[in-house]
């Protein structure tokens, strides 16, 4: 195979180097935390007040967890280092009620998260002869505009087509010549269904490659795309408090995600005991970022579960390979690529005074796209001859879910007494999606 590297003298520097580096940028970072309220007092308590208190990456485990909580607590500029007149953009995370957690960025940081962007790009074989459409969300989630920012300076015509209206991608897709795109794996199988269902032909597309990423998928998800779409799937992850996609990716062998470890560090944790588990196995990674100074965070439990690959890729990059993400250690739910935590929407039922105390929350599969229905329990006075409170009432639900969790859910009511009683969280919700990881 011909690779090809953004900068490979980053990318395949030996591992020695690429430590020495580490402990550079995050002294760095620390400089740039302790410019931050949240992090002056919470590393204050362990005893870290300048960035020369940092002589090893070892002296990295001394800092507590960042959690999302801290993030939230911290709203708006707890995070903050620079002052406010140098932050060009602010990002903030799906599915999150009330306070988000909001990053943001200086126009260097801009630089830094493009250039991670395009290594990713590049890595997978990308050039500027191809077209780039971007069938992600644009906005405040950092999918579309990570990935248009990446595009752009690999030097490909970035289509920024957004999700959604396959008829329009169909489009795009044929008039421009699109080799490339992006979105999440179930919306490029939606694609290959809406496809046969209009008849698109698939020699009338020109695509050879496919990023997908946002939600968790398997290997029988990415090879059943492939040979549909016949293309070339990569995975693609991030999270919005490391700057969002480019924490890692899959170069040309598909076997993995290198992350970027000039960028982050990456420990893997039990998420029970919190302790490092044994290279190789699967925990909770935790990431601390050393390439962005509007935002530090430090040590972010990032609640994803997954592993290391322990042997060196044949692709010759040095950075270490994450496995697929297998699950969450807590109760989040990915609904389309869209965060929504079960709390979210037990906040806002509960807070209708006509609904009951019982709800389901039940997510399936309706062909290849995510489908969310919450059940609840109504009293009985209004199951009557005349629907129209009853239907006013789901429809003030629904609203009410969506602009909470950015999703439309199918509301249901029932009566009192018909939905299964649940003492604990999880029978609360039924994901009913195929577990092929
Ligand atoms: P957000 O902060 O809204 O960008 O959401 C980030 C979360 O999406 C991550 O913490 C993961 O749980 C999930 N995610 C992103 N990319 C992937 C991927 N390639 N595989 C599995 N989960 C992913
Ligand atoms: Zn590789």
């Not at 007040?49 to 707890?78: C, E, V, W």
């Not at 409170?389 to 009566?415: D, F, G, M, W, Y």
């Amino acid at each position: 195979m011909n690779f090809q590297y953004w900068e490979p003298q980053i990318e395949k520097m030996p591992r020695s180097e690429l430590e020495a580096l580490q402990l550079q940028k995050l002294r760095q970072e620390i400089g740039y935390a302790l410019a931050t309220p949240f992090y002056r007092e919470r590393l204050g308590t362990v005893g870290i007040k300048n960035p020369d208190d940092i002589k090893t990456l070892a002296d990295l485990r001394r800092i507590p967890f960042t959690t999302k909580n801290d993030l939230r607590d911290g709203f708006p500029y707890g995070f903050l280092s620079i002052p406010k007149e140098e932050v060009v953009r602010l990002h903030a995370s799906s599915g999150t009620t009330g306070t988000p957690t909001t990053i943001y960025f200086s126009s260097d940081d801009l630089k830094r998260w493009t250039n991670n962007m395009a290594r990713c790009i590049f890595g997978t074989g990308c050039t500027k002869h191809d077209v780039f459409q971007n069938m992600i969300s644009y906005g405040l989630f950092t999918g579309g505009l990570g990935l248009h920012q990446g595009g752009e300076a690999v030097g490909m015509l970035v289509i920024p087509s957004g999700s959604g209206n396959t008829a329009r991608q169909f489009k795009l897709m044929q008039d421009f010549g699109t080799t490339v795109v992006h979105a999440t794996p179930s919306f490029l199988l939606h694609v290959e269904a809406k496809m046969r269902e209009v008849g698109v032909k698939r020699e009338s597309l020109v695509i050879k490659r496919a990023f997908a990423g946002a939600e968790p998928y398997s290997e029988d998800t990415r090879r059943r795309i492939e040979s549909l779409l016949n293309i070339d799937v990569y995975n693609s992850y991030g999270l919005s408090e490391m700057n969002g996609p480019s924490v890692a990716f899959e170069c040309q062998c598909k076997n993995g995600m290198h992350i970027w470890e000039d960028a982050y560090i990456a420990e893997i944790i039990d998420p029970e005991t919190l302790e490092p588990v044994k290279e190789g196995e699967i925990g909770e990674l935790v990431l601390t970022i050393l390439c962005r100074e509007a935002t530090p965070v430090l040590r972010y439990r990032s609640r994803d579960l997954t592993g290391f690959y322990t042997e060196p890729c044949p692709c010759g990059r040095t950075h270490r390979r994450l496995r697929r993400i297998t699950g969450r250690s807590d109760d989040m739910l990915i609904i389309n690529g869209v965060n929504v935590f079960p709390s979210q929407i037990e906040e806002v039922i509960m807070g209708m005074k006509e609904v009951g105390n019982n709800y389901l929350i039940v997510v399936e599969k309706e062909g290849a796209l995510d489908r969310l229905t919450v059940k609840t329990e109504v009293g009985p006075d209004i199951f009557t001859d005349d629907s129209r409170p009853l239907n006013a009432l789901k429809e003030r639900i629904r609203e009410t879910l969506q602009v909470s969790i950015s999703i439309s859910p199918r509301v249901e009511l029932h009566e009192s007494g018909s939905l299964p009683v649940s003492e604990g969280k999880a029978v609360r919700v039924q994901d009913k999606r195929p577990k092929d990881v």
